[in-house]
């Protein structure tokens, strides 16, 4: 009953520092993606996939990178933190299968703190 | 483009009472989905229930209740006798017509509705 995995669940950064969060599902969904939730904005997408190979923009995506290498495998990169990405990280997935719109299975969120 | 808004930033009622969350929606698509989604104290997200824009009737769930009105685009969520479990930020979020394009698949979401239940 994994669902979908995220680590690390916490991490601090110093201004500049790159890293990466990761996230996995094990539910074969095609679709994954990430959100920022920060307080008062509710949740902003920042990027998604539609299937192993093929990512998009979301609302926020300046300050990161994504790759869709596999179907179960999904992690966001920081290329260099600022203390605007100060937030807390969801990575989320649904089916893909048609006219089937299902609901998006989250992980447990990263608090991110850039310093 | 999509939006959603809940009007309601922060509610408080006493235990017991009933209390209706606001969703209002914007959409292009003649077929989307509806969602509610809530998270606790303890920050984990939770699905609460889907709807399609196709399914007007209204849905009853113990405690909980739906209403959707396409004719005022609104999708309201009642708790009907209040808990201090029920304490929590509610989201609710849209998704556009499958058909449409992989950029259907987002859910976009309101910026929430934090609702105190207290004891």
């Known amino acids: 009953n994994a669902g979908v995995t995220q680590t690390p669940k916490f991490q601090v950064l110093k201004t500049g520092q790159s890293m990466t969060l990761q996230c996995a599902q094990d539910m074969n969904h095609e679709y994954m993606s990430w959100y920022r939730q920060d307080p008062g904005m509710g949740l902003r997408l920042i990027h998604y996939s539609v299937g192993a190979g093929i990512t998009d923009q979301g609302e926020v995506p300046n300050g990161y990178n994504v790759s869709r290498s596999t179907t179960e495998d999904f992690p966001l990169r920081l290329l260099s933190a600022a203390p605007s990405q100060t937030s807390v990280y969801f990575c989320?997935?649904?089916?893909?299968?048609?006219?089937?719109?299902?609901?998006?299975?989250f992980g447990e969120g990263s608090r991110l703190t850039v310093l | 483009a999509q939006k959603v808004t809940q009007a309601q930033t922060e509610i408080s009622v006493v235990e017991k009472e009933d209390v209706t969350l606001d969703c209002v929606y914007e959409?292009?698509?003649?077929?989307?989905?509806l969602f509610w989604y809530k998270q606790p104290p303890s920050g984990e997200l939770v699905f609460l229930i889907r709807r399609n824009s196709f399914d007007e009737q209204n849905e009853i769930s113990g405690r909980y209740s739906w209403n959707f009105q396409k004719s005022t685009s609104s999708f309201n969520f009642t708790i009907t006798a209040s808990q201090v479990v029920d304490s929590a930020v509610y989201f609710c979020a849209l998704s556009g017509d499958p058909y449409s394009g992989a950029g259907s698949y987002q859910l976009t979401f309101g910026k929430g509705t934090k609702l105190s239940v207290i004891p």
């Open positions: 989320a997935s649904r089916v893909k299968r048609g006219g089937f719109t299902g609901e998006l299975f």
């Open positions: 959409t292009r698509d003649t077929t989307y989905y």
